[in-house]
């Protein structure tokens, strides 16, 4: 079984930081593209930002220049940065990870549970 795991998630005030961590455990020959997407109430789930195996980025317009994805190949871990939070960035934020769990797999698409975070104005 592939498990991937949030943490970091909070309660912060506007203008504040919080980083997001997500850990994929079990069973793992590779992982292409990682990356966070969000959900606030009422909302559909929306991408946030992605990172490649190769480090290419890619970020929705709302977060550019205030959040950084990151990864750590060896901890099989990404990494959100969050700076100059606001309160429009309230929101449940998961985890997504395409893995390979072995040579002849295919690559499947994983979920985190998901973090909360919220931010007061």
């Known amino acids: 079984q592939v498990q991937l795991v949030e943490s970091g998630g909070g309660l912060v005030q506007a203008g504040g930081s919080l980083r997001l961590s997500c850990a994929a455990s079990?069973?793992?020959?590779?992982?292409?593209?990682m990356g966070w997407y969000r959900q606030a109430p009422g909302n559909q789930r929306e991408l946030v930002a992605t990172i490649t195996r190769g480090g290419s980025t890619n970020y929705a317009d709302s977060v550019k220049g205030r959040f950084l994805i990151s990864r750590d190949d060896a901890k099989n871990t990404v990494y959100l940065q969050m700076n100059s939070l606001k309160p429009e960035d309230t929101a449940v934020y998961y985890c997504n990870a395409d893995i390979r769990r072995t040579y002849w797999s295919y690559e499947y698409d994983y979920w985190g549970q998901g973090t909360q975070v919220t931010v007061s104005s």
């Open positions: 079990g069973r793992i020959f590779s992982i292409n593209a």
